[in-house]
């Protein structure tokens, strides 16, 4: 199989999250409206090296494969996770946000004065509009390779744009 593109998703966690005493994967115990992403995380690493990371209101961005317990609803501000995350040096051909308004701003703020043009290849942006462009800004990306979706509701990303996401990082060969 030929794996052509780096992908990093970021998304966050989900309230709804299975029942058990045992440490289980990230990607695996968030539950509810999260099927949409592990969904969506399954078919793109079919094609593709995809990182999936949450941010968590416990143990902050985390890989979707870290091994964690269920926990209860905790408020956390976010700007010194994203600063971190910045510093850390993530990087990848396509980068997939996918996170609610609260979050955005969190990262917006933490991102001003970084420099991450070089970081991502393509951004694509699921999300409320008015944040589109700030994020497209705080990431230093032009319109050839920023794409931007609204997002729909509670529903993080939908079947079509799924489908349209696909189709921008599929038409892009190394």
């Known amino acids: 199989m030929n ?5 990093l998703l ?5 309230p709804t999250q ?10 695996e115990l968030f539950q509810g409206s999260f099927q949409e992403i592990r969904l969506f995380y399954e078919h793109l690493s079919k094609k593709h090296d995809v990182e999936l990371q949450i941010v968590t209101s416990k143990w902050g961005i985390i ?7 269920n926990y209860g609803p905790r ?3 976010f700007t010194a996770e994203f600063k971190n995350w910045i510093k850390k040096g993530n990087s990848a051909e396509y ?24 970081k991502f290849g393509k951004i694509i942006f699921v999300g409320p509009p008015s ?13 050839e390779n920023f794409y931007s979706f609204r997002r729909v ?15 921008i990082i599929e038409s892009t060969s190394k």
């Open 3 to 7: 794996r052509d593109h780096e992908v």
């Open 10 to 14: 970021l998304t966050d966690e989900s």
């Open 18 to 27: 299975q029942q058990t005493q045992k440490d289980l994967p990230a990607i």
């Open 63 to 69: 890989r979707g494969t870290e091994r964690i317990q």
């Open 75 to 77: 408020k956390r501000n």
């Open 95 to 118: 980068l997939i946000i996918l996170l609610p308004s609260l979050l955005l701003r969190y990262l917006v703020k933490a991102s001003q004065g970084a420099s991450l043009s070089t």
């Open 131 to 143: 944040y589109a462009k700030s994020v497209c800004d705080s990431f230093g990306a032009s319109s």
């Open 153 to 167: 509701g509670v529903t993080r990303i939908t079947k079509e744009y799924r489908s349209e996401i696909m189709k």
